[in-house]
Structure formats: C-alpha cells, structure tokens
C-alpha cells in the first residue's frame, strides 16, 4: 500500500492531468465536497461501512484539489496532529455536524483570504472524517488508497469547470 504522501501527490497530478486545480474553482470543488459528504451522511445513517469508506475517500480527494487551488502544497505538516487525535467519543451525528461546519470555514476562510485558518480549518475537516473512521472501525488511509484506485484511471471532460466522469456524459 501507498503511504498517503504518496496518495496525495498521485491526486495531485490525477487532478492536474484533469485540469481540476485550474479549469474548476473552489466552489465548484466546494459543490463537490458537499455531494460526497451527502453520501457519508447517508451511509452513516444507513449504517452501511462500504459506503462510509467511499464516501471518506472521495470527500479526502476533492479536499486535497480544494487545497491545491488554494497553492498549500505541505497538506500532511498541516494535518500532522491527527495521527494523534483524541479518542473518539462515539457521538456520529455531533462529529458529523462539526465535520459540515468546518468544511464551510475552510471555504469561507480562504474566500475572505484568511490564509492562517484555511489550513486549521482542512484539518479539522479531516480530524472530523477520521473520527467517522474509527466510528466505523475503517483506517484513514485505506479509504483514501479505496478511492485513488477507483480514480486513478477515470477519464472525463470537463464542463463548465465541473470534471464528468466518461460514464456520466
């Protein structure tokens, strides 16, 4: 298995082979993040683990386009205290809810250039996705891994800044 700076520099250049960092914007990506965070909210709530894996994979990779449009290229500095988070406290629902709050203050603190709490806010978010990791007994990176192998071959076009997989058009 691939470490997960690794992981990241593999979605990096998928990304940029896709023109995700320059042809899209942060809120198109910001969209994106949503809809895959809708699908870990729902596989949360139907108990369903493969589709919580999924879904934590997938809001990670839109998460690290997100942070190259944002020119951070030292995500794993930035997220390095989550190896050593707190221990989960087992409230799903509470973990989700600030995990949504945090993704928004990642996007609204770099639209109001408040570049020192961009960062702190993508590690939260992250924080909050790795909480539903240990919730559901799954690891961070296997996620992560998960969704690479899913991406790595996917082609598309991209429309009106928004990457449509080939099977979508």
Not at 28 to 52: A, R, Y
Not at 69 to 87: S, V
Not at 88 to 104: M, P, V, W
């Amino acid at each position: 298995m691939v470490d997960l700076q690794q992981l990241i520099k593999n979605i990096e250049l998928w990304a940029e082979d896709r023109n995700l960092i320059e042809g899209s914007t942060p809120q198109k990506q910001f969209i994106k993040l949503m809809e895959e965070f809708g699908e870990l909210c729902s596989g949360v709530s139907k108990n369903k683990p493969d589709v919580v894996k999924d879904s934590i994979g997938d809001c990670f990779v839109v998460m690290v386009i997100l942070a190259r449009q944002f020119n951070r290229n030292d995500l794993l500095d930035d997220m390095g205290y989550i190896e050593h988070h707190p221990p989960f406290n087992g409230k799903i629902e509470e973990s989700l809810i600030d995990t949504s709050a945090s993704i928004h203050s990642f996007l609204y603190a770099q639209q109001i250039k408040e570049h020192e709490n961009v960062m702190k806010f993508f590690a939260f978010s992250v924080l909050g996705l790795v909480e539903v990791t240990d919730y559901f007994h799954l690891n961070f990176d296997d996620c992560v891994q998960s969704a690479w192998e899913e991406i790595k071959d996917r082609k598309g076009k991209m429309i009106d800044g928004v990457f449509v997989k080939e099977g979508d058009l």
